[in-house]
């Protein structure tokens, strides 16, 4: 039984000497609140999701007992989505396409700036971390904004590559254009993925991989071998943490595009809670996302608390 | 400041299916540097915890001065701790941190500032009195811990490892010191430890734990020259170790013949009078390294296998003829440390220095006192090692 | 000698071309990965600065610089942001709502980690779950979640600033509780341990010793939190329900979708004043930071930019 055995023992009671009930009272107002506000609106989504629709208003009726729920919203949204009139099937297949494409494109550029800032810049790490983190600062609708204001018809954007002799008349960035959506998805969530991919990048031990250069490895083999290996892990928590918001976007659309043909799944649910008899549609399909997501956020979660703990990296 | 004295009662401390401590039991008289030594997981840190009260014992008891304290929580007990790694609190300076525990004693603040004053010229640490830990090195942390502690006017103060993160020599002389504190500080010092040398050069009293259970409690000199057995020997300094079987069990006349091999020896120190299986053991500072031609008693020939020089002595590695590799330690000025590899020596174990401690926990003393039935002839029976 | 070893080490003048060359064959210079990030960096941030540049333009396009002037946020009678009721109230009520939810979150925040951390159960490593869940779920669904909640169960609260808060600071209480949770791990039991040797009780030692050292935590959710709720767009957007309880971020959204419209440099303008308000938050916070941990300086850890950020 070694020291550090008896030590994480004895981590099962550093309360043991002290009155039992002093931790779950310091955590009893959070965990109200987030079970008032966080656990019972799923209730609610359920309840609504299970229920009717007042003809009179409108307005969705939700059932509180679960044995009175109701199949119509459900059975309504499952053809819309794969039925024979499915026209929400589009929606939710560019979702995943969108946030597929602008997961994979936000990773291949996060990873080799938050690698450089991490490994590569030597005295200057502090000053590229502020410039690579900045954005991180400015609001979203800012950064949208911004963009809207350089994708114009007369914007910098067509200036630039009319100069360029790339087209040879304005072109309309700004509606209904998939590239400029998954641009701005891109261009949205990079940040994040930066800065998580650089943290686990910052954790690798340097001695690990001057141990490859001296065994021998040039330094491509040593990325692809060592560095690349033991970051995988961060990988996988970065894309999540991109690609599992990114799937309940719909801002960016509207800001960007603001035309149905490049509809994500967000834009469906958000219009939904605004359009009178849809509510019940709107909490159906919100479960469907969170169902989808359910896996991945869940692997995620505990993923994290592992690295928590003090494992790997 | 008054000692404590302090008892413990079949303490036992169980973690699950686990036992930490089972069922110790000390009397530790006030004024006295008592340490708990032992390896890791012996329990040791385990009981010192629970003296502070950080952990509940599981049954048994704890009497302080007289009063049972078993249950009491840390903050009202007359016990104060220095931590491992001193846990001197970052946010604030030296002064504050010796002054914190004074604001539960109810001091006015003249009281205060003279009592920390006290300490710091204690520990010797007034000029560095408004410096934050972090600025202080490794050896000044650990006194501000103990003025910390001692500011309070404990009865007995607990001392976790505490020269554990310092190098070598900061060591030593901090050892120097803290038996000089407690001398003049007079309360009693309860002291954990796993390093050996340390428990012996400032104990009154030192208790050798292992896998819960105290095994011997005795002042440094009788620990080390009278170990308990085999393990206590072991792991207090170096002992050479090698089976026998006694031939002729001793009593308070006469030695104790043990044959080890062919070879008998007479040994006067240890439990004498036991038989059968035992071990022998004796220190390398007792061994003598004489010449091929000497004769003596308890001579038993070998070869020098290599020597070790140590700095203030040599070590002389030598397999001897009975199958066993022992050390010895000679001067460097010696003939015996000039001996090259090879050289056919003869090891003289002297009968006063060789122990005899049991081989099995379980023999006592006085059991068996008749020599093995016929099956030991003197030379050919080799015991089992 | 560490792979990739600083460029900055190469070419030093003064060596011979000999010296220099056997330089640059041991330390490599990265420069196509330098100029990637570079390329990154320009892209990154050049379309902001830019609007940044044209919320101070005399006129409304842009495009073209037409001069400098501050018409969009002070000078134009009916655009600019201090006389445009709208975008106005906009300002206030994102400050209203980073004010009050920074306070509410923040403390609870804190007490929740300290809590669960210590608390050590099933139910605590539910509850922790449960924290990290909200981080990595999309807003909308708890949005869409809250909003029926307000409107179908707890419709004595009402759409508007009430149900904003609330909903924020339940958002919110993840940012505190798992940055003071990861501190917890790292500080450990022994300066607690110590205060209560030293005579504090439980709850004195929580007082005197563990809240003072958590502070760089606490510091930094509380500026992470401001700027979170700044920022925040989705959940406020749900639940507002005119235009006094319409934030920055939601009048942005509200004038800017589909593409723009020819208010754009006052939304620049009102982006700014955002952009601003966060900047100030993280410097005030960072600089408070630095003096209050005057001390510590030399402890490495906690004091990096990256617990700063919370990463």
């Known amino acids: 039984m070694t020291r550090t055995a008896e030590a994480g023992r004895r981590q099962a009671g550093p309360g043991t000497r002290q009155p039992r009930w002093l931790w779950p009272t310091l955590a009893v107002p959070g965990a109200g609140w987030l079970t008032v506000l966080f656990l019972l609106p799923f209730y609610v989504v359920l309840a609504v999701a299970g229920g009717t629709v007042n003809p009179l208003f409108l307005n969705a009726v939700p059932i509180w007992n679960p044995l009175d729920w109701q199949s119509g919203y459900v059975r309504q949204v499952f053809s819309d989505l794969f039925g024979a009139s499915a026209f929400l099937g589009p929606s939710v297949l560019r979702t995943l396409l969108y946030d597929a494409l602008a997961s994979t494109a936000c990773l291949l550029i996060a990873y080799p700036v938050a690698y450089f800032v991490a490994r590569q810049a030597g005295r200057r790490k502090g000053l590229y971390l502020v410039a690579v983190v900045a954005p991180f600062w400015v609001s979203y609708m800012m950064r949208m904004l911004a963009w809207q204001n350089l994708l114009q018809g007369n914007g910098l954007v067509n200036h630039a590559l009319t100069v360029a002799h790339l087209i040879t008349q304005p072109v309309n960035w700004l509606s209904g254009m998939p590239v400029t959506v998954i641009l701005g998805l891109v261009y949205g969530y990079v940040p994040y993925v930066i800065v998580v991919l650089y943290a686990g990048l910052d954790r690798i031990d340097g001695s690990l991989l001057e141990a490859a250069r001296d065994l021998g490895l040039g330094r491509t083999r040593t990325f692809l071998h060592v560095t690349l290996p033991l970051s995988r892990q961060v990988i996988y928590a970065g894309a999540l943490i991109t690609a599992l918001p990114m799937a309940g976007d719909f801002y960016t659309n509207t800001m960007l595009s603001g035309v149905p043909t490049t509809n994500m799944i967000g834009n469906v649910i958000s219009s939904s809670l605004s359009t009178p008899g849809q509510g019940g549609e709107g909490a159906v399909l919100v479960l469907f996302l969170l169902i989808v997501m359910l896996a991945p956020m869940i692997w995620y979660v505990r993923s994290t608390s592992r690295a928590e703990s003090g494992d790997v990296l | 400041m008054a000692g404590g004295t302090v008892t413990l009662n079949h303490l036992t401390k169980r973690f699950g299916s686990q036992c930490a401590v089972d069922g110790i039991c000390a009397e530790i008289t006030a004024g006295e540097f008592f340490s708990l030594l032992g390896p890791s997981g012996c329990g040791k840190t385990t009981t010192l915890r629970m003296l502070a009260g950080f952990e509940d014992p599981t049954s048994g008891q704890i009497v302080l001065d007289g009063e049972d304290v078993t249950h009491l929580p840390p903050n009202r007990r007359k016990v104060n701790t220095v931590f491992q790694h001193y846990a001197l609190f970052p946010f604030l300076d030296v002064r504050a941190n010796v002054a914190f525990g004074l604001k539960y004693q109810h001091c006015s603040k003249k009281e205060i500032s003279q009592r920390v004053g006290e300490a710091l010229d204690l520990v010797e640490l007034a000029p560095y009195q408004r410096r934050r830990p972090a600025q202080l090195s490794g050896g000044q942390q650990q006194r501000v811990a103990l003025a910390r502690a001692l500011v309070l006017r404990p009865s007995v103060l607990l001392l976790d490892e505490p020269l554990g993160a310092l190098d070598a020599r900061m060591r030593r002389t901090l050892q120097v010191e803290l038996k000089a504190l407690q001398e003049r500080v007079g309360i009693t010092f309860i002291y954990v430890t796993h390093d050996q040398g340390e428990a012996l050069t400032m104990s009154d009293r030192v208790a050798v734990m292992r896998s819960g259970r105290i095994v011997q409690v005795a002042n440094p000199r009788a620990v080390y020259d009278e170990p308990a057995d085999a393990w206590v020997a072991d792991f207090l300094g170096v002992s050479n170790l090698m089976d026998a079987v006694v031939r002729t069990p001793g009593n308070g006349t006469r030695p104790c013949r043990v044959t080890v091999r062919s070879f008998e020896l007479d040994a006067r120190g240890g439990t004498v009078d036991v038989a059968g299986q035992v071990r022998l053991a004796i220190r390398p500072e007792r061994v003598i390294l004489c010449g091929f031609q000497e004769s003596r008693a308890n001579l038993i020939p070998g070869i020098v296998e290599r020597t070790v020089f140590l700095g203030s002595a040599t070590q002389v590695i030598v397999h001897l003829a009975v199958g066993v590799t022992i050390q010895a330690l000679a001067d460097n000025a010696s003939e015996a440390a000039s001996w090259p590899p090879g050289t056919p020596v003869q090891a003289c174990l002297p009968a006063d220095s060789l122990r005899v401690l049991p081989c099995d926990p379980a023999q006592q003393p006085g059991e068996s006192r008749q020599a093995e039935p016929a099956g030991e002839p003197a030379s050919a029976v080799s015991p089992a090692s | ?311």
Do not use: C, K
């Open chain 3, 1 to 311: 000698m560490t792979a990739g070893t600083v460029t900055r080490a190469a070419p030093e003048a003064g060596l011979s071309r000999a010296g220099r060359l056997s330089q640059i064959r041991r330390v490599r210079r990265p420069s196509v990965l330098r100029g990637f990030v570079w390329l990154y960096l320009l892209w990154s941030l050049a379309p902001v600065a830019l609007a940044i540049l044209f919320s101070f333009n005399s006129g409304s396009s842009v495009t073209e610089w037409q001069g400098f002037s501050l018409r969009w946020y002070v000078g134009d009678p009916y655009y600019s942001v201090l006389h445009d009721p709208a975008l106005h109230a906009a300002v206030i009520q994102t400050l209203r709502l980073a004010v009050l939810t920074t306070a509410a979150a923040v403390p609870i925040g804190v007490l929740f980690a300290i809590g669960v951390h210590r608390w050590r159960s099933r139910q605590a490593s539910a509850w922790t779950f449960l924290m990290l869940l909200a981080f990595v779920m999309p807003e909308l669904i708890f949005g869409v979640g809250i909003f029926l909640l307000f409107t179908n169960l707890l419709t004595i609260v009402r759409l508007g600033t009430t149900a904003q808060f609330l909903a924020l600071v339940a958002w919110n209480i993840s940012w505190p509780a798992i940055i003071v949770r990861a501190r917890l791990q790292s500080i450990g039991d022994e300066y607690e341990e110590a205060a209560r040797d030293l005579g504090a009780s439980s709850v004195g030692a929580i007082r005197r010793v563990l809240l003072p050292m958590l502070f760089p935590a606490v510091f930094a959710s509380v500026v992470l939190v401001f700027a979170g709720v700044i920022d925040d767009f989705v959940i406020v957007d749900l639940l507002s329900s005119n235009a006094q309880s319409q934030p920055m971020s939601v009048i942005i959204y509200t004038l800017g979708a589909h593409g723009g419209s020819a208010a754009a440099p006052a939304l620049n303008a009102l982006a700014t004043v955002m952009f601003i308000m966060s900047i100030v938050t993280v410097a005030a916070g960072w600089a408070v930071y630095r003096l209050l941990t005057r001390g510590e300086r030399h402890r490495a850890e906690g004091l990096s930019l990256s617990a700063f950020t919370g990463v």
